[in-house]
């Protein structure tokens, strides 16, 4: 069946929409349509992510599913929104977590973390690698890519190994867009990662953080 749609936070889902759902059981039908929308485009492709296909599987109306999602890029825009959702909390996390505990291999840490997303978020690989993206998905993944790579600034920060000033804002934005590209042809490769080439992005990533860092080493 996949792995569940991405679920409210707050009550609301961040997600773009046409209209959002105010009562307990709109929001209960729009949660069952995503997860609809999610099981069609693991098991059948973006091309199946039409309205009449996402209302029968989700058995509602198609009236019903058009109130929110009024064809195939609204839908396409909302299961993205909802990916960059969780892969933004699990940097979340990881921002909390750099300050309670050592990290002897930040680079590491990351790279296995997002890689165990990338295993499991089997919806996210088929949107990504399915060449739909519509313009608006595409712009808002590159504002996300911009709050991936604020939350390794924020690490840095919090490990002690940098200064905050633009330099580093624009070498962790770097970073995070040399980490995607490896990461998406790795899982292009092969469905656990290509685990050369995921050992490639750690030696990459780390040779480049660590001359990051020594730019703000006091002499």
């Known amino acids: 069946?996949?792995?569940?749609?991405?679920?409210?936070?707050?009550?609301?889902?961040?997600?773009?929409?046409?209209?959002?759902?105010?009562?307990?059981?709109?929001?209960?039908?729009?949660?069952?349509?995503?997860?609809?929308?999610?099981?069609?485009?693991?098991?059948?492709?973006?091309?199946?992510?039409?309205?009449?296909?996402?209302?029968?599987?989700?058995?509602?109306?198609?009236?019903?599913?058009?109130?929110?999602?009024?064809?195939?890029?609204?839908?396409?825009?909302?299961?993205?929104?909802?990916?960059?959702?969780?892969?933004?909390?699990?940097?979340?996390?990881?921002?909390?977590?750099a300050a309670a505990e050592q990290w002897d291999d930040p680079v590491g840490v990351l790279i296995d973390v997002y890689a165990a997303i990338y295993r499991t978020e089997h919806g996210f690989r088929a949107l990504w690698f399915g060449s739909s993206l519509t313009d608006q998905t595409r712009a808002a993944d590159r504002e996300h890519k911009r709050r991936m790579a604020d939350g390794v600034r924020r690490i840095l920060l919090t490990l002690g190994v940098a200064r905050d000033d633009e330099a580093l804002a624009r070498a962790c934005h770097a970073a995070v867009l040399a980490a995607d590209a490896l990461a998406q042809e790795a899982f292009r490769r092969d469905p656990e990662g290509d685990p050369g080439l995921l050992d490639e992005a750690g030696l990459m990533l780390r040779g480049y953080l660590a001359g990051v860092a020594a730019r703000y080493e006091r002499p």
């Open 1 to 97: 069946m996949g792995d569940p749609a991405p679920q409210p936070t707050g009550g609301t889902w961040h997600v773009p929409l046409r209209r959002t759902p105010q009562q307990a059981r709109s929001k209960a039908r729009l949660t069952r349509v995503l997860q609809a929308a999610e099981r069609v485009l693991i098991g059948e492709g973006v091309q199946a992510l039409t309205t009449t296909r996402i209302a029968a599987e989700a058995q509602v109306s198609v009236g019903s599913l058009y109130q929110y999602l009024p064809d195939r890029d609204a839908i396409i825009d909302a299961l993205a929104a909802g990916y960059f959702a969780r892969l933004e909390s699990a940097m979340e996390d990881l921002v909390r977590a």
